[in-house]
Nanobody
Framework: QVQLVESGGGLVQAGGSLRLSCAVSGRSGRTFSNYAMDWFRQAPGKEREFVASISWGGTNTDYADSVKGRFTISRDNAKNTVYLQMNSLKPEDTAVYYC??????????????????WGKGTLVTVSS
């Protein structure tokens, strides 16, 4: 069973920064570096939405328009960890942030429905 554990959320003032981490374990016999990783978020009363994704090797990234130029996704395949550096945070970035991955190797998607494994989320609150 694959486990994803997010950390790094918290309360920050508008304009501030946070760095989220997502540690992946349990993929016995499967290489972390064969799987793309995604970040999603869900604000109160809203649907879960795509934030960013990174390819298995880390060379290709995608971002939601709302976070382009402010957020950076990265990964350390030696540590089985993916990161989300969030700068210039805005109150509208307030949400629970989830990392997710598919069970398919060499597969990328920005759709929540395409993800097979999810973390429990970490809360990010941006005050104005």
């Amino acid at each position: 069973q694959v486990q994803l554990v997010e950390s790094g959320g918290g309360l920050v003032q508008a304009g501030g920064s946070l760095r989220l981490s997502c540690a992946v374990s349990g993929r016995s016999g499967r290489t972390f570096s064969n799987y793309a990783m995604d970040w999603f978020r869900q604000a109160p009363g809203k649907e879960r939405e795509f934030v960013a994704s990174i390819s298995w090797g880390g060379t290709n990234t995608d971002y939601a328009d709302s976070v382009k130029g402010r957020f950076t996704i990265s990964r350390d395949n030696a540590k089985n960890t993916v990161y989300l550096q969030m700068n210039s945070l805005k109150p509208e970035d307030t949400a629970v942030y989830y990392c997710a991955t598919s069970g398919k190797i060499y597969f990328r998607s920005s759709s929540p429905g395409a993800m097979d494994y999810w973390g429990k989320g970490t809360l990010v609150t941006v005050s104005s």
